[in-house]
């Protein structure tokens, strides 16, 4: 990666708010710690140390259990710095979702990470190759 470009951070959004999806639930319940290892693969895959997971506010258990082996995973060394002894720091962090006026809108599950509920309001352009959260792609 060329060293003038910010690291990237990666993102995995969890139950998108659409009516009646509950794939990710049951992941996100029963088998955290798989969801863990691939943000810390994919991170690693794109050379990224930050990584976000988004969980719908309305999934108060999954919440916690994720979060939970989120702490698992930093206590056995599975995050952090230098994972396992191979030179790669990664950091996680879960974010919960305040709820989505504008539910299955691109911009919709983009709202939370901004640390505010979800309001109606006009629609920006969506270009995802123009920027990310961190900025440049």
Request: charged fraction near 20%; aromatic fraction near 10%.
């Amino acid at each position: 990666m060329p060293k003038n470009i910010p690291s990237p951070a990666t993102s995995c959004a969890t139950g998108r708010e659409r009516a009646g999806t509950f794939k990710d639930r049951i992941i996100l319940e029963r088998d955290p710690h798989r969801l863990i290892e691939g943000c810390v693969l994919t991170a690693y895959a794109v050379e990224s140390h930050q990584a976000y997971i988004y969980i719908r506010g309305e999934y108060g258990l999954p919440i916690r259990r994720v979060s939970r082996a989120v702490e698992e995973a930093y206590a056995a060394g599975y995050l952090g710095k230098n994972i396992l002894g191979s030179g790669f720091d990664c950091d996680l962090t879960v974010y919960a979702g305040a709820g989505a006026y504008i539910c299955g809108r691109k911009q919709a599950s983009s709202i939370p990470w901004k640390e505010s509920a979800a309001t109606p309001g006009s629609s920006p352009p969506f270009r995802p190759w123009s920027a990310s959260m961190a900025g440049p792609p």
